[in-house]
């Protein structure tokens, strides 16, 4: 599987550790009133969705860049990769 690095071209997925799901870089407000069950929920529930799906991968034999790429979980097609820093809080699901 090829992933477009925004900056490096097209790289292998084996030059990438896979994180999880992008929605991760939304971590709950540790102020709020219900800070416990909002942090319970952001480390514990996880969805496993079929289909277009946007992930946090990381270019650990590269430039050590953080990606949120979007791939297609059925047929592991990838749809584009943008760097995490550029993604707009809010913007990660």
Sequence with gaps: MLIPHPLLGLRDAQEFTYLGDASLMQRPDPTRDDAEEAFADYVFLRDNPAGVHRELWFHEAGDRS????????????????????????????
Excluded: C, F, N, Y
């Excluded at 953080?66 to 913007?91: C, F, M, N, Q, Y």
């Design 66 to 93: 953080w990606l949120v790429v979007t791939r297609d979980t059925t047929t592991h097609e990838i749809l584009g990769a943008e760097l995490a820093s550029d993604v707009k809080p809010g913007g990660a699901q």
